[in-house]
């Protein structure tokens, strides 16, 4: 009876230990796959997703450099516009070659970045910023937007 007993508890043992080694093995098999696709998604997503936000970034430096010409420092918004526009240009390039996006949507960006770059050397070539109503700034504003 204690034989027949002691080989009860040994194969009970060893269908947890197989039971726990088949869980493991399991769970390896599904991070190692969860890992793959986490590796893809971040290689060929993240870098349009940067590219993206440094681009707004780049246009949102344009619009301070704005804020600083109406402020009355010309030096300094030039200054600040063009490496905007340096950085712009850079990151639409970037993301032409990062990846994944639609073609009407990089359409879209382009135009976008053309007609905030037009907006800027608009205001900023005017040298009457005084003659402006607050009604133009607006509507500049607007176009940016």
Not at 8 to 25: D, E, H, M, P, Q
Not at 33 to 60: G, M, N, Q, V
Request: aromatic share 4%; net charge neutral.
């Amino acid at each position: 009876m204690a034989k027949t007993l002691q080989a009860r508890i040994f194969r009970a043992l060893l269908s947890v230990a197989f039971v726990t080694l088949l869980v493991g093995i399991a769970a390896a098999v599904s991070l190692h796959f969860l890992s793959r696709k986490i590796d893809h998604i971040s290689s060929s997503t993240w870098p349009t997703t940067d590219a993206i936000l440094e681009l707004s970034l780049a246009l949102h430096k344009g619009n301070l450099g704005l804020e600083r010409f109406i402020d009355g420092d010309l030096d300094q918004a030039r200054t600040t516009i063009g490496n905007a526009r340096e950085r712009s240009e850079r990151e639409l390039d970037r993301l032409v070659t990062a990846g994944p996006i639609p073609p009407g949507t990089l359409q879209e960006i382009r135009e976008l970045v053309t007609r905030t770059v037009a907006e800027q050397d608009r205001l900023i070539g005017r040298r009457d910023i005084d003659e402006l109503t607050a009604h133009q700034l607006v509507r500049s504003w607007e176009a940016i937007g």
